[in-house]
């Protein structure tokens, strides 16, 4: 893997390197050189197989960090190639060319994230949120719980459930008493006070 790398470096500018596992290794790269870097990877380098593209919404940098898997058949290694897109102005060239499956995540991305991929086939039309009039709801500053008490109605005999509490009363029931039986004698101790 490491021959590898130096190759990429050699024609690339490599932001930073993350070696997960032997066989698993992260590279970030500028925006502007990622198409020709997947490129050269599945033509010269044998990564064959696009195994997924995701992306990670940054809110306090700005930015949505996008990564391309790739997979080598036959070194059996995959390689992540990240990038940063603006939040701003989230755009990203399509890769849809070079693997066709790519234009199903572009297209998810697109409406989870609003980050869009121009020349993608496609990519404007709803593929789950048919009708979706709000911001994308993968963004951070989405707000769910405003649009859940806006969209759904409150039903009778609904009741909401802390997971903290129910998993300690499931998980560890003799704790979880012993535990609320002391807050609740501290708190009465600090009321008589």
């Not at 024609?11 to 490129?39: G, P």
């Not at 701003?88 to 995540?105: C, E, F, K, R, T």
Request: aromatic content about 10%.
């Amino acid at each position: 893997m490491d021959d590898l790398i130096k190759r990429i470096e050699t024609k690339f500018t490599i932001l930073d390197k993350k070696h997960q596992r032997d066989d698993l290794v992260f590279l970030t790269m500028e925006k502007s050189h990622v198409v020709d870097v997947l490129t050269c990877l599945r033509d010269t380098e044998g990564f064959r197989h696009l195994v997924m593209i995701s992306a990670v919404d940054y809110i306090e940098y700005d930015v949505f960090q996008l990564t391309y898997l790739v997979h080598s058949y036959e070194r059996h290694v995959d390689l992540g190639i990240c990038l940063n897109v603006d939040r701003n102005n989230p755009v990203m060239d399509s890769i849809h060319h070079l693997w066709a499956g790519a234009q199903v995540y572009q297209r998810e991305i697109k409406e989870m994230y609003g980050i869009d991929f121009p020349e993608s086939p496609r990519v404007d039309e709803p593929m789950i949120l048919e009708g979706w009039d709000d911001i994308p709801p993968l963004r951070r500053d989405f707000d769910t719980k405003k649009y859940a008490e806006e969209t759904f109605f409150p039903r009778e005999g609904r009741k909401t459930h802390d997971p903290r509490k129910v998993m300690e009363e499931q998980l560890y029931p003799h704790e979880s008493k012993v535990k609320y039986e002391i807050k609740r004698l501290v708190r009465g101790n600090r009321n008589h006070s």
